[in-house]
């Protein structure tokens, strides 16, 4: 199932690919019976291996069971039940209007599906990053192949056997591997290339589907800052952003990165986080039921190298042998230091002093555009400005993160954070060309338009 030696022994999807295109060409994929049997069928065995996800992502990376129930199990069983409900009413043509000049005629949007896309996912939440936009594709009658990450390799065969046990073989299929087996199907043509993880390879995929012209969809990530105005509820504002940024042991697209803080509540807030943090994952977070490990030594050691900014005011603990590295705070971090220069993606929350909210929007403007903003602040001017002055992929008010439980919002960056968004319809959409149709009857045939034009000008 996951392809064969080519050409000088590199490996070829060709084949595959190929049984996939016909499955597409014969009309399959159009019947809407069919879509809402493969969404349910997922949704379903989504449900039923549930203490095998939870296994397997604790095996890659201790995720605390609750966090695997919630982000990937109730994530993906909601995602399919929506779309099975409603991929009907998505996929009828949407009526516009039509100008005077035009009339007689009726003009709608007709979505259609693309074809045969590729899925190819990152490790943090690995069956979700897959089959949360596979949902999307199938409602809108696409085939698709997956592509999950190799850095979770539980997760990885896990997600592949769930795919062979209730998908259509003709229609999908699971290639298991990293950069070469990538590389491999980024050679052939696809209808639609929907990618998530960081901006190096995000750069690579984009540049293959160009051979193709290939629509992408990028779900990359950045430095999603978390501003901390004076006027904040400071309690709950620490409480929601030590929850968003250590979560998943902040291996985590949308987390907040850094705080930007006001320096007149600059050091009440950092003792506040301070003591959240203690209260969540307690005096030794690595004996903590509800605190993950990074997923590999490599990104462990890019992490632990991150460390030497500012001062540190709880954690900077690291265990090679169990791939653990405290929840940890900094403060005094300048803009300068590297833990500011790359996105952490990682347990690391450095805090950094503003003395104004234009300072801190203008520290923002000056930096790539971030996948999330969020801001802390009992003003509906301060947000105002924040939503106005500043771009982002999703900009939140007083929390963190929970935005993405909300399937009418569309999900994806801006800029170097990405490009394309989905959730609910917006993966229907995103999946869909929106095939604009005019009719017109043969009656009410206006002749000005036609040339001789001399003859239309005399009568205008
Ligand atoms: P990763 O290393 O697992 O890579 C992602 C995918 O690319 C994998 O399937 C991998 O096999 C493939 N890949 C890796 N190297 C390759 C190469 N040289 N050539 C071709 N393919 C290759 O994941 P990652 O990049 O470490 O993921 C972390 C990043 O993903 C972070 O930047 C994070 O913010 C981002 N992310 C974004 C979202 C989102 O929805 N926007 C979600 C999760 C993660």
């Known amino acids: 199932m996951d392809g064969s030696q080519g050409i000088a022994g590199s490996i070829s999807y060709g084949e595959d690919v190929k049984r996939l295109r016909e499955a597409f060409a014969s009309g399959r994929t159009l019947d809407f019976a069919w879509r ?25 990376l201790g995720k ?34 039509t100008p005077m000049a035009t009339l007689p005629a009726k003009s709608y949007i007709a979505p259609e599906p693309l ?17 949360g936009p596979l949902i999307g594709a199938i409602a809108a009658g696409n085939c698709a192949v997956l592509k ?42 696809f209808d639609k290339i929907f990618y998530t993880g960081g901006g190096r390879v995000g750069r690579i995929v984009m540049e293959a589907a160009s051979k193709h012209l290939t629509p992408v969809t ?23 952003i030590v929850w968003a940024a250590f979560m998943n042991a902040g291996q985590l697209c949308v987390r907040p990165d850094h705080c930007l803080i ?28 509800d605190y993950a490990r990074i997923v590999n030594e490599r990104h462990l050691e890019r992490l632990e190298k991150l460390l030497g ?9 690291v265990d090679k042998a169990d791939r653990y590295l405290a929840p940890t705070i900094l403060k005094d971090v300048k803009p300068d230091d590297p833990v500011m220069q790359e996105e952490i993606f990682g347990p690391i929350l450095p805090c950094l002093k503003v003395s104004s909210v234009d300072e801190a929007i203008a520290f923002i403007k000056e930096r790539d555009k971030p996948l999330a903003l969020y801001v802390f602040t009992a003003s509906d001017e ?79």
Not at 156 to 163: D, E, G, N, P, Q
Not at 172 to 178: A, D, I
Request: charge should be negative; hydrophobic fraction near 40%; aromatic fraction near 8%.
């Open 309 to 317: 900014a500012g001062e540190i005011v709880v954690g900077g603990e």
């Open 262 to 289: 006001e320096e007149e509540i600059y050091d009440d807030f950092i003792s506040t986080l301070r003591e959240v943090a203690k209260q969540f994952y307690g005096e030794n977070p690595q004996a903590s039921e």
């Open 218 to 240: 990028l779900e990359l990530g950045g430095k999603s800052p978390a501003i901390v105005c004076k006027d904040a509820n400071l309690d709950v504002a620490a409480r929601r």
């Open 64 to 97: 605390p069971a609750l966090e695997a129930a919630v982000a990937e199990v109730d994530y993906l069983t909601k995602e399919a039940k929506l779309a099975a409900k409603n991929l009907e009413t998505w996929a009828k043509p949407r009526k516009v209007g």
């Open 148 to 189: 999950p990450s190799e850095a979770v390799p539980h997760a990885s065969a896990l997600l592949r056997k769930i795919a062979e046990e209730v998908l259509d073989p003709d229609c999908f299929f699971v290639v298991e591997g990293g950069a070469e087996e990538t590389l491999a199907l980024l050679r052939e043509r």
């Open 115 to 131: 074809g045969v896309a590729l899925i190819i996912g990152a490790w943090n939440y690995p069956l979700q990053e897959v089959f």
């Open 36 to 60: 809402r049997r493969q969404i349910e069928a997922l949704g379903a065995a989504v449900a039923r291996y549930e203490d095998e996800i939870v296994a397997a992502l604790k095996a890659d």
């Open 382 to 460: 301060i947000a105002g400005r924040f939503e106005r002055e500043t771009s982002a992929g999703t900009m939140m008010v007083n929390d963190a993160v929970i935005f993405q439980t909300n399937h009418h919002l569309p999900f994806g960056g801006v800029g170097p954070s990405g490009m394309g968004a989905f959730h609910g319809r917006h993966s229907f959409d995103d999946f869909s060309h929106l095939k604009a149709v005019m009719k017109r009857p043969f009656w009410g045939d206006a002749k000005l338009r036609y040339p001789p034009y001399s003859e239309t000008a005399k009568k205008l």
